[in-house]
């Protein structure tokens, strides 16, 4: 067992956490000291949802317009018109304490797109498990709003459990034919968890996507952590903006081809997406510079092909 007090700038979740997945793996020690930020939140942070995001390096924000939208950016299914499904996998570094499931939902009704989601990550010794609904809505021809409401538990083997929820807020809107243009909010209530009431992450995502061609989308992202300003607005933030840029070129309806980059680690990323009917089978792979790959997959099934406007 690796002692708590090796990481005493950690918070408490955060440093169960580590100690659960460094007993399988005591090589790891040194990376994590390394690698996990030095912050005052606990678990829940934000990752890429789905093979699709994840190939585009996390640029996303505007460009969350199918089923994985809701996890990003919930305004972005709004312009969806047909029912919709993805089931998702990955095993971060090969490792099978990281293990990550999703399931995600959409159903237009009422006008709205309703949305229902499902992750499950970690293993036996350290689990974070959500469960979310979300809604969508074109307010006017190029301006869509959407909400997500996710509940939350975090499981530590020897240590208990405790649950809290968490509200994302989005926009996304179409300023010209080849454009898009998205933003959201992660956790605005400030959900907390643990006896100590550590917080959980709250980021702020602006996104920007272009269409130069017709099957062609250029994605750029900024994310930042609200945190930081809620400490000190005028001080050095201790998380620096975050800079994420994704290409999606599409091949007919049969295909799609991806690449992404991101800083903090610097991160590549690539994918491909097969269709066939009403189904799609999506994959990606992201480097680390330390920790090694990263490889998604994700099958999903709707009733119609999906453009972006």
Known sequence: MVPLFFFPCLC??????MECIVRRHPTLL????????FSG????????????PAALGGAYCA????????LHNPAGAGWLSHQAIALSASRPFGLAELDTQELSVLQPAFGWVLGLHAR?????LYREMTIGISGARRIVDILSAGCCLRGRQLAIRGYGSDESW??????????????????????????RLGRDRQGMPQVLMVGLACRPEERLWLSGELLGDLTDLSVDPFGSP????EWRLGCEARLRNMAALRLGLQNRPLRISAGLELAAGPLRLGYAW???PLLGSTHHVTLMAHRQPHAPK
């Open 12 to 17: 408490p979740v955060r440093l169960l956490k």
């Open 30 to 37: 040194f990376l994590l000291i390394i690698l996990v930020p």
């Open 41 to 52: 939140q606990a678990a829940f942070e934000h990752v890429e949802t789905g093979a699709r």
């Open 63 to 70: 460009l969350s317009d199918d089923v994985h939208g809701p």
């Open 120 to 124: 499950r990550f970690g293993g036996r």
């Open 166 to 191: 968490s509200l994302d807020l989005g926009l996304v809107a179409l300023p010209g034919e080849r454009w898009r243009w998205g933003m959201a909010v992660h956790n605005l209530n400030n959900g």
């Open 238 to 241: 201790a998380y620096p903006l």
């Open 286 to 288: 992201r480097s680390h």
